[in-house]
């Protein structure tokens, strides 16, 4: 299991994690008025009816935040800076946690996100959906979206259709001639990335992934049905407010603005 399901394409891509073993895992947010880096020990988990899906059980076992120097908006603007606030936010952590981390997911805000829907079909000649199918569609997708400029944060398939039909969640093992897909693809321009994980890299960390802010803020605040129901979440940040929608169980959309708490306390005073 992926921890975000995510598709990274010219990205650090999140391994699949077995959901029989404890793992760490190390996160961090560079934010426009605080950098937060938080150690998490994951212990598996019984399924259950009101957390369905959840393979692992978290506990926080570090956390180190200081206040940002070099970000504006989400976006780095001194990198100097920005390492030096990187590498104390980390360091308080592993201190907390009392062990010494290599790699971090990060999240994004910047790079001015934006999402699109793509359409793919594949012929199957009569024939059963199998797995090797599901990925032939997916990539033909995934592909449609590749641009110099952007990369892709997050690919994800928000239904499919079968001979025309739409509205097929899962179509493993049914038959038909023609498989389709709706693809939302979540992506942010390739340079701000870059800069992100320079930042990262020059306090000696690698980066092991990126995740979309409000993807994350939506599966870590929302419940099951009011995923499926459909939801938008809405994460005021001090200088990045983002939105994410989420519509049968599926991330559907997602947007940033470069306007955040701060500017709300800087009108008012």
Known sequence: MSIFGSSHFGLPRLKPLSSKRAHVVSVLDIGSTKVVCMIGRLTPRVESEI???????????????????????????????????????????????????????????????????????????????????????????????????????????????????????????????????????????????????????RAHLSVEGMVATPYASGLSALVDDEVELGCACIDMGGGTTTISVFAEGKLVHSDAVSLGGHHVTTDLA
């Open 51 to 201: 957390l369905p899906g959840r393979t692992h059980n978290v506990e926080i076992i570090g956390i180190g935040h200081q206040k940002s120097r070099g970000v504006k908006n989400g976006v780095i603007g001194d990198l100097d800076a920005a390492e030096s606030v990187v590498r104390l936010a980390v360091d308080a952590a592993e201190r907390m946690a009392g062990l010494t981390i290599e790699s971090l997911i990060v999240n994004v805000s910047a790079g001015r996100l934006q999402s699109d829907v793509y359409t793919a079909t594949i012929d199957l000649g009569g024939q059963e959906v199998d797995a090797n199918d599901l990925r032939k569609v997916l990539a033909v997708a995934g592909h449609q979206s590749l641009r110099q400029d952007r990369a892709i944060l997050h690919s994800l398939p928000t239904g499919f259709s079968l001979d025309g039909e739409r509205g097929i969640r899962d179509p493993l093992s049914m038959f038909g001639d023609v498989l389709g897909v709706d693809m939302h693809v979540l992506t942010a321009e390739r340079s701000a990335l870059k800069n992100l994980e320079l930042c990262v890299n």
